[in-house]
């Protein structure tokens, strides 16, 4: 019998479980909030310097991000959906947790069989036309540190050994939370990441299974 060594296992959605960063993908061609990005995710500037900024510079509708909801079905990682089964399988209640838009996540977590409860995201605001209006500035998840807070809470609530999958430094923020930290390279290599990750692995998500399973 195969079990999880893990009773959380916590997953980043954008380059982690999926090969496109939402974001960029909201942007189209603008070059400038790409460069934003990566910046954040290689910890160049801080997430709270940009997240207002790319929404603004973009100002997304809901017609946007439902099409974005759907490029996320359509661009997941090789492996995704077998890991999270195994897992899932195995015993492991799986969070998804992202700086991303929780509209469009919510049809890849529904696709993962992941219940909304453990699925954390940032949400939009829109005018009745449909139009962007504001994010949910409460949310951690919009700053610095906020995955770490988000996985904290979530353990406040339950009992078990934590894991973490990410390949960002948003991600490795969490890496004080959870007992093991695995930086994922297999869409994109972050130096930061790899040096300081407790696991790397490269490769399709499967990969992570042999360091989350036993056979009991």
């Known amino acids: 019998m195969i079990s999880s060594r893990y009773r959380l296992v916590f997953f980043d959605v954008d380059s982690t479980v999926v090969t496109i960063e939402g974001i960029d993908a909201l942007a189209g061609a603008n070059p400038d909030v790409a460069r934003l990005t990566e910046a954040a995710m290689n910890g160049r500037i801080s997430l709270d310097?940009?997240?207002?900024?790319?929404?603004?510079?973009?100002?997304?509708?809901?017609?946007?991000?439902?099409?974005?909801?759907?490029?996320?079905?359509?661009?997941?990682?090789?492996?995704?959906?077998?890991?999270?089964?195994?897992?899932?399988?195995?015993?492991?209640?799986?969070?998804?947790?992202?700086?991303?838009?929780?509209?469009?996540?919510?049809?890849?977590?529904?696709?993962?069989?992941?219940?909304?409860?453990?699925?954390?995201?940032?949400?939009?605001?829109?005018?009745?036309?449909?139009?962007?209006?504001?994010?949910?500035?409460?949310?951690?998840?919009?700053?610095?540190?906020?995955?770490?807070?988000?996985?904290r809470d979530v353990r406040a609530r339950s009992k078990g050994k934590a894991a973490f999958i990410g390949d960002g430094v948003s991600d490795l923020e969490a890496k004080a939370a959870v007992e093991l930290f695995v930086g994922y390279g297999g869409v994109r290599v972050r130096a930061k990441v790899k040096e300081n990750a407790d696991l790397w692995v490269e490769g399709p998500l499967t990969n992570v299974l042999p360091h989350l399973l036993e056979r009991t």
């Open 49 to 151: 310097e940009v997240y207002a900024r790319r929404l603004e510079m973009i100002r997304p509708s809901r017609a946007d991000v439902d099409a974005l909801a759907r490029r996320y079905l359509e661009s997941l990682t090789p492996g995704a959906e077998e890991t999270i089964a195994r897992l899932r399988e195995g015993g492991a209640q799986v969070h998804l947790v992202t700086a991303g838009i929780a509209q469009a996540i919510t049809p890849l977590a529904e696709r993962f069989a992941i219940p909304a409860r453990a699925v954390h995201a940032v949400a939009l605001r829109f005018s009745p036309a449909g139009d962007y209006e504001d994010f949910d500035r409460r949310s951690p998840l919009a700053r610095g540190g906020g995955k770490e807070l988000v996985v």
